[in-house]
Protein backbone atom coordinates (compact mmCIF):
# COMPACT_ATOMS: atom_id res chain seq x y z
CA UNK A 1 0.00 0.00 0.00
CA UNK A 2 3.08 2.21 0.67
CA UNK A 3 4.76 1.98 -2.31
CA UNK A 4 1.63 2.34 -4.51
CA UNK A 5 0.62 5.44 -2.49
CA UNK A 6 4.34 7.34 -3.56
CA UNK A 7 3.90 5.82 -7.04
CA UNK A 8 0.80 7.86 -6.94
CA UNK A 9 1.98 10.76 -6.07
CA UNK A 10 5.10 10.62 -8.99
CA UNK A 11 2.41 9.51 -11.56
CA UNK A 12 0.23 12.81 -10.63
CA UNK A 13 3.27 14.82 -12.44
CA UNK A 14 1.48 12.77 -15.85
CA UNK A 15 -1.67 14.31 -15.22
CA UNK A 16 -2.57 18.02 -15.14
CA UNK A 17 0.89 19.61 -15.06
CA UNK A 18 2.75 20.35 -18.44
CA UNK A 19 5.75 18.07 -17.72
CA UNK A 20 5.26 14.24 -18.32
CA UNK A 21 8.32 11.89 -16.10
CA UNK A 22 11.21 12.14 -17.19
CA UNK A 23 13.95 9.01 -17.18
CA UNK A 24 15.30 10.54 -13.80
CA UNK A 25 11.56 10.38 -12.82
CA UNK A 26 11.12 6.98 -13.82
CA UNK A 27 14.41 5.44 -12.36
CA UNK A 28 13.61 7.29 -8.96
CA UNK A 29 10.17 5.22 -8.83
CA UNK A 30 11.43 1.84 -9.92
CA UNK A 31 13.60 2.12 -6.81
CA UNK A 32 11.35 2.79 -4.38
CA UNK A 33 10.93 -0.78 -3.31
CA UNK A 34 14.11 -1.63 -3.31
CA UNK A 35 14.62 1.44 -0.68
CA UNK A 36 11.43 0.12 1.32
CA UNK A 37 13.33 -3.34 1.29
CA UNK A 38 16.37 -1.64 2.13
CA UNK A 39 14.20 0.44 5.13
CA UNK A 40 12.91 -2.57 6.61
CA UNK A 41 16.20 -4.81 6.93
CA UNK A 42 17.42 -1.81 8.50
CA UNK A 43 14.89 -1.54 11.27
CA UNK A 44 15.65 1.49 12.79
CA UNK A 45 14.68 2.73 16.03
CA UNK A 46 14.38 6.83 15.52
CA UNK A 47 10.64 6.90 14.51
CA UNK A 48 11.25 7.77 10.62
CA UNK A 49 9.81 5.44 8.27
CA UNK A 50 8.78 5.59 4.55
CA UNK A 51 5.05 5.89 5.62
CA UNK A 52 5.93 8.76 7.92
CA UNK A 53 8.36 10.81 5.80
CA UNK A 54 7.40 14.18 4.62
CA UNK A 55 7.45 14.62 0.72
CA UNK A 56 9.52 17.66 -0.73
CA UNK A 57 8.02 18.03 -4.03
CA UNK A 58 8.91 20.29 -7.53
CA UNK A 59 8.06 23.79 -7.59
CA UNK A 60 6.04 23.19 -10.94
CA UNK A 61 4.05 20.36 -9.17
CA UNK A 62 2.68 22.33 -6.79
CA UNK A 63 -0.57 24.78 -6.94
CA UNK A 64 -0.25 28.36 -7.16
CA UNK A 65 -1.89 28.51 -3.84
CA UNK A 66 1.25 26.50 -2.31
CA UNK A 67 3.77 28.60 -3.93
CA UNK A 68 2.20 31.87 -2.98
CA UNK A 69 2.73 30.64 0.74
CA UNK A 70 6.34 29.79 -0.16
CA UNK A 71 6.84 32.76 -1.04
CA UNK A 72 5.28 34.57 1.71
CA UNK A 73 7.24 32.36 4.14
CA UNK A 74 10.56 33.30 2.20
CA UNK A 75 9.88 36.82 2.73
CA UNK A 76 8.70 36.62 6.07
CA UNK A 77 12.24 35.37 6.84
CA UNK A 78 13.91 38.45 5.29
CA UNK A 79 11.38 40.32 7.25
CA UNK A 80 12.72 39.05 10.72
CA UNK A 81 15.86 40.03 12.35
CA UNK A 82 19.06 38.40 12.49
CA UNK A 83 20.55 35.90 15.04
CA UNK A 84 24.11 37.07 13.88
CA UNK A 85 26.23 39.30 15.71
CA UNK A 86 26.13 42.62 13.50
CA UNK A 87 28.44 44.18 14.87
CA UNK A 88 31.21 41.50 13.89
CA UNK A 89 29.21 40.83 10.74
CA UNK A 90 26.97 44.08 9.85
CA UNK A 91 25.81 43.16 6.50
CA UNK A 92 23.28 40.24 7.82
CA UNK A 93 20.32 42.48 7.98
CA UNK A 94 17.86 39.89 8.80
CA UNK A 95 17.26 35.88 9.13
CA UNK A 96 17.75 35.10 6.08
CA UNK A 97 20.96 36.55 5.75
CA UNK A 98 22.11 34.40 8.57
CA UNK A 99 21.59 31.53 6.12
CA UNK A 100 23.83 33.52 3.48
CA UNK A 101 26.25 34.48 5.70
CA UNK A 102 26.80 30.74 7.06
CA UNK A 103 27.47 29.84 3.29
CA UNK A 104 30.10 32.43 3.49
CA UNK A 105 31.70 31.97 6.42
CA UNK A 106 31.21 28.20 6.11
CA UNK A 107 31.82 27.81 1.99
CA UNK A 108 35.15 25.88 2.15
CA UNK A 109 33.57 23.49 5.09
CA UNK A 110 30.77 22.82 3.23
CA UNK A 111 32.25 22.58 -0.08
CA UNK A 112 35.41 20.11 1.07
CA UNK A 113 34.95 16.52 -0.97
CA UNK A 114 33.82 14.59 2.19
CA UNK A 115 31.10 17.29 2.88
CA UNK A 116 29.67 18.36 -0.22
CA UNK A 117 26.44 16.30 -0.08
CA UNK A 118 25.94 15.85 3.62
CA UNK A 119 26.29 19.55 4.79
CA UNK A 120 24.30 20.97 2.07
CA UNK A 121 21.16 18.15 3.08
CA UNK A 122 21.59 19.82 6.72
CA UNK A 123 22.01 23.53 5.45
CA UNK A 124 18.31 22.69 3.59
CA UNK A 125 16.78 21.00 6.49
CA UNK A 126 17.82 23.90 8.75
CA UNK A 127 16.33 26.64 6.12
CA UNK A 128 13.08 24.37 5.46
CA UNK A 129 12.75 24.12 9.31
CA UNK A 130 13.27 28.30 9.20
CA UNK A 131 10.34 28.39 7.04
CA UNK A 132 8.28 26.34 8.87
CA UNK A 133 9.17 26.90 12.34
CA UNK A 134 9.69 30.98 12.07
CA UNK A 135 6.64 32.08 9.20
CA UNK A 136 4.61 29.38 9.29
CA UNK A 137 5.12 27.39 6.21
CA UNK A 138 3.12 24.24 6.33
CA UNK A 139 4.52 22.77 3.11
CA UNK A 140 8.23 21.56 2.96
CA UNK A 141 11.70 22.99 0.85
CA UNK A 142 10.55 22.27 -2.86
CA UNK A 143 12.82 21.03 -5.69
CA UNK A 144 13.88 22.40 -9.36
CA UNK A 145 14.01 19.48 -12.09
CA UNK A 146 16.04 21.32 -14.14
CA UNK A 147 15.65 19.18 -17.22
CA UNK A 148 12.09 20.42 -17.19
CA UNK A 149 13.66 24.33 -17.51
CA UNK A 150 16.38 23.62 -19.61
CA UNK A 151 15.52 24.47 -23.13
CA UNK A 152 14.24 28.13 -21.91
CA UNK A 153 13.89 28.69 -18.22
CA UNK A 154 13.73 31.95 -18.38
CA UNK A 155 9.95 31.65 -19.61
CA UNK A 156 8.68 28.16 -16.30
CA UNK A 157 7.25 29.37 -14.07
CA UNK A 158 9.77 29.21 -11.97
CA UNK A 159 11.46 32.52 -13.71
CA UNK A 160 8.93 33.87 -15.57
CA UNK A 161 8.32 36.65 -13.43
CA UNK A 162 4.33 36.84 -12.08
CA UNK A 163 3.86 36.60 -8.61
CA UNK A 164 3.97 32.95 -8.46
CA UNK A 165 6.72 32.94 -9.85
CA UNK A 166 10.65 33.12 -7.77
CA UNK A 167 11.00 36.25 -9.42
CA UNK A 168 12.11 37.09 -13.06
CA UNK A 169 15.39 37.42 -15.31
CA UNK A 170 17.39 40.41 -15.11
CA UNK A 171 17.03 43.17 -17.07
CA UNK A 172 20.01 43.34 -19.74
CA UNK A 173 22.91 44.73 -18.35
CA UNK A 174 26.84 44.10 -18.93
CA UNK A 175 27.21 41.09 -17.65
CA UNK A 176 30.32 39.38 -18.62
CA UNK A 177 29.44 35.79 -18.19
CA UNK A 178 31.44 33.45 -16.32
CA UNK A 179 35.03 31.42 -16.16
CA UNK A 180 35.18 27.89 -15.71
CA UNK A 181 38.25 26.27 -14.59
CA UNK A 182 40.23 23.72 -16.43
CA UNK A 183 38.01 23.51 -19.77
CA UNK A 184 39.05 24.43 -22.90
CA UNK A 185 37.84 26.89 -25.15
CA UNK A 186 34.68 27.32 -26.00
CA UNK A 187 33.80 25.97 -22.74
CA UNK A 188 36.35 27.86 -20.64
CA UNK A 189 33.47 30.37 -20.34
CA UNK A 190 29.62 30.51 -20.05
CA UNK A 191 28.75 33.37 -22.28
CA UNK A 192 26.73 35.83 -21.01
CA UNK A 193 22.76 35.61 -21.95
CA UNK A 194 19.59 38.32 -22.26
CA UNK A 195 20.10 39.37 -18.21
CA UNK A 196 22.32 40.34 -15.69
CA UNK A 197 20.67 43.28 -15.06
CA UNK A 198 18.24 43.74 -11.30
CA UNK A 199 15.83 41.91 -11.40
CA UNK A 200 12.34 44.17 -11.92
CA UNK A 201 9.41 41.51 -11.85
CA UNK A 202 8.02 39.02 -9.60
CA UNK A 203 7.61 39.03 -5.61
CA UNK A 204 11.89 39.68 -4.70
CA UNK A 205 11.98 42.51 -6.78
CA UNK A 206 12.20 44.67 -4.20
CA UNK A 207 14.74 42.58 -1.82
CA UNK A 208 17.81 44.34 -0.97
CA UNK A 209 20.94 42.03 -1.25
CA UNK A 210 23.34 42.93 1.74
CA UNK A 211 26.69 40.46 1.96
CA UNK A 212 29.38 39.68 -0.87
CA UNK A 213 29.65 39.76 -3.24
CA UNK A 214 33.12 37.97 -2.60
CA UNK A 215 34.33 36.09 -5.47
CA UNK A 216 35.51 38.93 -7.78
CA UNK A 217 33.22 37.63 -10.28
CA UNK A 218 31.03 40.06 -11.18
CA UNK A 219 33.13 42.93 -12.19
CA UNK A 220 30.31 45.45 -12.26
CA UNK A 221 28.52 45.16 -8.47
CA UNK A 222 29.89 47.76 -6.18
CA UNK A 223 32.96 45.74 -3.75
CA UNK A 224 31.79 45.04 -0.24
CA UNK A 225 33.36 48.23 2.00
CA UNK A 226 34.77 45.07 4.18
CA UNK A 227 37.56 42.64 2.37
CA UNK A 228 36.40 39.77 3.90
CA UNK A 229 32.58 40.55 2.18
CA UNK A 230 30.76 40.80 5.25
CA UNK A 231 29.77 44.33 5.29
CA UNK A 232 26.54 46.02 4.51
CA UNK A 233 26.57 46.73 0.65
CA UNK A 234 22.84 47.06 -0.60
CA UNK A 235 21.75 46.57 -3.90
CA UNK A 236 19.60 44.96 -6.28
CA UNK A 237 18.88 41.10 -6.72
CA UNK A 238 20.42 40.25 -10.35
CA UNK A 239 20.10 37.90 -12.39
CA UNK A 240 21.10 36.40 -16.19
CA UNK A 241 18.69 33.32 -16.93
CA UNK A 242 21.44 31.40 -19.28
CA UNK A 243 20.05 29.27 -21.69
CA UNK A 244 24.03 27.94 -22.27
CA UNK A 245 24.28 27.12 -18.65
CA UNK A 246 20.89 25.09 -18.63
CA UNK A 247 21.79 23.28 -21.94
CA UNK A 248 23.81 21.19 -19.90
CA UNK A 249 20.79 20.63 -17.51
CA UNK A 250 18.87 18.09 -20.06
CA UNK A 251 17.34 15.24 -18.21
CA UNK A 252 20.18 13.11 -19.79
CA UNK A 253 23.02 14.60 -18.08
CA UNK A 254 21.11 13.99 -15.07
CA UNK A 255 20.16 10.37 -15.70
CA UNK A 256 23.63 9.43 -17.42
CA UNK A 257 25.36 11.45 -13.79
CA UNK A 258 23.38 8.47 -11.56
CA UNK A 259 23.43 5.30 -14.02
CA UNK A 260 27.22 5.69 -15.03
CA UNK A 261 28.73 6.67 -12.10
CA UNK A 262 29.46 2.95 -10.08
CA UNK A 263 31.12 4.99 -6.89
CA UNK A 264 30.42 7.88 -4.56
CA UNK A 265 34.21 9.37 -5.58
CA UNK A 266 32.95 9.64 -9.75
CA UNK A 267 29.46 10.59 -8.68
CA UNK A 268 30.56 13.70 -7.21
CA UNK A 269 33.24 14.88 -9.39
CA UNK A 270 31.02 14.23 -12.62
CA UNK A 271 28.70 16.52 -10.87
CA UNK A 272 31.16 19.13 -10.60
CA UNK A 273 32.49 18.69 -14.18
CA UNK A 274 33.89 16.77 -16.47
CA UNK A 275 36.02 19.03 -18.44
CA UNK A 276 37.10 15.77 -21.11
CA UNK A 277 33.67 15.81 -22.47
CA UNK A 278 33.44 19.60 -22.29
CA UNK A 279 30.23 18.84 -19.34
CA UNK A 280 30.17 21.94 -17.23
CA UNK A 281 28.39 19.66 -14.54
CA UNK A 282 24.87 19.66 -12.92
CA UNK A 283 26.39 21.66 -10.02
CA UNK A 284 27.63 24.49 -11.83
CA UNK A 285 25.05 24.83 -15.02
CA UNK A 286 22.39 25.13 -12.26
CA UNK A 287 24.12 27.93 -10.53
CA UNK A 288 25.46 29.54 -13.90
CA UNK A 289 21.56 29.36 -14.57
CA UNK A 290 20.90 31.43 -12.00
CA UNK A 291 23.62 33.31 -12.57
CA UNK A 292 23.84 37.35 -11.46
CA UNK A 293 24.68 38.70 -8.19
CA UNK A 294 24.80 36.98 -6.09
CA UNK A 295 23.47 34.01 -7.63
CA UNK A 296 26.93 33.88 -9.59
CA UNK A 297 28.80 34.31 -6.27
CA UNK A 298 30.83 31.22 -5.16
CA UNK A 299 30.22 32.01 -1.24
CA UNK A 300 27.02 34.11 -1.50
CA UNK A 301 25.10 32.45 -4.05
CA UNK A 302 22.41 31.80 -1.19
CA UNK A 303 20.86 35.27 -1.21
CA UNK A 304 19.47 33.90 -4.14
CA UNK A 305 16.42 32.41 -3.36
CA UNK A 306 16.14 30.04 -6.54
CA UNK A 307 19.59 28.22 -4.52
CA UNK A 308 17.72 26.26 -2.39
CA UNK A 309 16.10 24.53 -5.30
CA UNK A 310 18.86 24.07 -6.82
CA UNK A 311 20.75 22.38 -4.40
CA UNK A 312 17.36 20.60 -3.52
CA UNK A 313 17.66 18.62 -6.76
CA UNK A 314 21.23 18.32 -5.72
CA UNK A 315 20.43 16.50 -2.51
CA UNK A 316 17.30 14.81 -4.33
CA UNK A 317 19.99 12.97 -7.07
CA UNK A 318 22.09 11.96 -4.82
CA UNK A 319 19.84 9.95 -2.95
CA UNK A 320 18.49 8.49 -6.15
CA UNK A 321 21.98 7.03 -6.70
CA UNK A 322 21.93 6.22 -3.02
CA UNK A 323 18.92 3.88 -3.45
CA UNK A 324 20.44 2.03 -6.81
CA UNK A 325 22.45 0.00 -4.40
CA UNK A 326 21.11 1.09 -0.69
CA UNK A 327 23.06 -1.65 0.84
CA UNK A 328 26.41 -0.44 -0.31
CA UNK A 329 25.29 3.24 -1.01
CA UNK A 330 23.94 4.60 1.61
CA UNK A 331 27.25 4.65 3.83
CA UNK A 332 29.82 5.58 1.50
CA UNK A 333 31.36 9.41 1.41
CA UNK A 334 33.96 10.77 -1.05
CA UNK A 335 37.47 10.35 0.26
CA UNK A 336 36.14 8.49 2.96
CA UNK A 337 36.26 10.75 6.44
CA UNK A 338 37.17 9.77 9.55
CA UNK A 339 34.06 8.23 12.18
CA UNK A 340 34.65 11.51 13.87
CA UNK A 341 33.96 13.76 11.31
CA UNK A 342 31.53 16.49 11.55
CA UNK A 343 29.45 19.51 10.49
CA UNK A 344 29.29 22.57 12.14
CA UNK A 345 27.22 25.37 10.65
CA UNK A 346 27.09 27.57 13.53
CA UNK A 347 24.36 29.37 14.19
CA UNK A 348 22.39 27.54 11.51
CA UNK A 349 22.08 24.43 12.76
CA UNK A 350 23.62 22.42 15.34
CA UNK A 351 26.85 20.70 15.22
CA UNK A 352 26.26 16.89 13.53
CA UNK A 353 28.45 13.44 12.90
CA UNK A 354 28.59 13.47 9.15
CA UNK A 355 28.09 9.82 8.87
CA UNK A 356 24.69 10.87 10.66
CA UNK A 357 23.82 12.93 7.72
CA UNK A 358 24.03 9.80 4.93
CA UNK A 359 20.34 8.85 5.09
CA UNK A 360 17.03 11.05 4.65
CA UNK A 361 15.39 8.34 6.95
CA UNK A 362 16.15 8.92 9.96
CA UNK A 363 19.27 10.82 9.94
CA UNK A 364 20.40 13.74 11.71
CA UNK A 365 19.58 11.86 15.09
CA UNK A 366 15.86 10.87 13.30
CA UNK A 367 15.41 14.54 12.55
CA UNK A 368 15.43 14.24 9.19
CA UNK A 369 12.33 12.51 8.10
CA UNK A 370 11.45 13.47 4.07
CA UNK A 371 11.89 12.21 0.58
CA UNK A 372 11.46 13.39 -2.92
CA UNK A 373 8.56 13.12 -5.20
Request: charged letters at 20%; hydrophobic letters at 35%; glycine letters at 10%.
Amino acid sequence: MLLYTLLTILCRRDDGFPYPLDNTDKLEEASLAKFEAYLAKKNSTNGCTLEKAVKRQEWHDLTVAQREEYIRAVLCLQSKPPKANQTEYPGVMNRYDDFVLTHETQAMHLHSTPHLFPAHRLYIWAYEKALREECGYTGYQPYWNWGRTASDPATSPLFNGNMSSMGGNGVKANYPGIKTTGFEKPYDMIPPDVGGGCVLDGPFKNITVSLGPIGGVLTDVPKNPRADGFGHNPRCLRRDVNRYASAMLYDNYTYALITEATDVNKFQKNMLGIPEKNDWGVHMSGHYTIGGDPGGDFFSSPGDPIFWFHHGMVDRIWWIWQMQDPENRMNVLPENPPKDDFVDLNWTAKRVNTWDLMDSIGGNGGEFCYIYV
